[in-house]
């Protein structure tokens, strides 16, 4: 499990990173040492918050064919722009694109390196 969210954690420093370089709206204020916090700010909030919102939103997520959880996710990338001092996503269409950026690399991350039998 720790192996499992250092991992995870190494990904998202790399896919933020990526995403900053991809998206002129995304920045990091110029410091590497930003993109590595916002990882870890952004990993805590998705093994402890985002499993409580997606079970909140539930109804909502059925109702919209869990397109509900797309904004969840996104939500978790707005709550780290507030937390760490100098990453900035600018816009609506930059929250989306580095959502679905993030969600496609944290899905071809769990198709190649979890075990099987194991869930999230």
Sequence with gaps: MIVWLLVSWALNVVVLGIVGWLLHGVSFGGSGWTV????????????LLKPILKFITAPLALLTLGLAWFFVSMFMLWLTTLIINGFNIDGFWNYVWATIIVWLANILVDAVLRPHGETA
């Design 36 to 47: 590595i916090w916002s990882a870890l700010v952004f990993g805590i909030l998705n093994t």
